[in-house]
């Protein structure tokens, strides 16, 4: 395992980014078409075809997630993802039409710095396509990358993160984060993170916990106006859900948001999750759904942490400090 979303079989990776945009956009590909749902907590999302992930709705799969930087504009990158499905003969059959079907979620990263005159049509159709062409099963990159490429938090360098687990009852879970919150995942000033109790293995710096936290370091910490914010996850498990339990998986992994950014989900930024079923394993019991639900959280907790870890700080003038440029680990 490369505790990486891709652990779980069947799932695909790929980024494009342009760094003096300082924006990008992941695609996350199923090799077949997948139970899905998702759920929005914060206060101002932006996506695309999250309706039909409600459990209420009438399509119950997908082929493939798409989470990008551009704000509004962004939303055009699930059309790239799309483009290319399309041309590899995937999608839904309606009677001689293929449709893909891409839920996808944006994050705003416009006032980061990076150089947003593109001119008549926004990059970001082509940066999905790019990014569908460069999926891959394996290992893939993470920090300042795709997704993650212009992503920040309040005091640091945001990235892009993936974590994976396996429970006793040998399901699998995944998540990836595109970090760029509102908040802070770190504690105060200092580099432990929010969400150190649930580290493994020392995937982000391996600092534990502070102990102690003072009560300056819980008060509130978030971006000023006008506001660039929003945390996008994806969390998928090999078990087969119902599109009901796929929607529970996604209300779990925001609980690891929630032990990771102090504090998420707020009225400004449009923390989102979308979360899928492989169903290449039986479907779970009570107590072992219960546990994939867990893992959710931690796993999205770890994601998110991750993220920031690995961020490399971008070649803007006055661009946030990365994690390692900053607190010097490597």
Not at 19 to 35: C, E, K, M, Y
Not at 43 to 69: H, I, K
Request: charged fraction near 20%; hydrophobic fraction near 40%.
């Amino acid at each position: 395992m490369h505790n990486l979303i891709t652990d779980i079989s069947g799932i695909s990776v790929g980024h494009a980014q342009d760094r003096q945009l300082a924006s990008g956009v992941t695609a996350i590909v199923f090799d077949r078409p997948v139970i899905a749902s998702g759920l929005s907590l914060g206060g101002a999302p932006g996506s695309r075809d999250q309706l039909l992930l409600d459990p209420a709705r009438s399509v119950e799969t997908v082929d493939a997630f798409v989470l990008s930087g551009g704000s509004a504009f962004g939303l055009d990158a699930a059309g790239g993802v799309q483009s290319g499905l399309r041309a590899d003969g995937r999608g839904l059959a309606l009677g001689s039409a293929r449709i893909p079907i891409v839920p996808g979620a944006i994050l705003m990263d416009l006032l980061n710095g990076g150089d947003k005159d593109w001119g008549l049509h926004a990059p970001y159709l082509k940066l999905g396509y790019d990014a569908y062409r460069a999926t891959t099963h394996g290992a893939f990159p993470l920090g300042t990358i795709g997704a993650g490429t212009g992503a920040t938090t309040v005091n640091l360098k945001g990235g892009l993160g993936s974590a994976s687990a396996e429970t006793v009852d040998g399901f699998r879970i995944g998540a990836l984060a595109a970090v760029n919150a509102m908040g802070s995942v770190t504690i105060g000033d200092g580099p432990h993170f929010w969400a150190a109790p649930l580290e493994d293995n020392g995937e982000f710096g391996g600092l534990g916990h502070p102990g102690a936290i003072s009560k300056d370091a819980t008060k509130l910490r978030i971006k000023g106006g006008p506001t660039t914010a929003t945390t996008l996850g994806v969390i998928v498990t090999d078990a087969r859900l119902t599109k009901q339990q796929a929607y529970r998986l996604a209300v779990m992994a925001h609980d690891g948001f929630a032990r990771a950014i102090h504090p998420a989900h707020l009225p400004f930024d449009g923390d989102t999750v979308l979360s899928a079923a492989t169903g290449e394993k039986p479907a779970p019991d009570d107590l072992a759904f219960a546990e994939i639900c867990l893992e959710a959280t931690r796993t999205m907790a770890r994601s998110i942490a991750r993220g920031v870890y690995e961020a490399e700080t971008l070649p803007q003038r006055g661009a946030l400090q990365s994690w390692k440029d900053k607190f010097g680990k490597g």
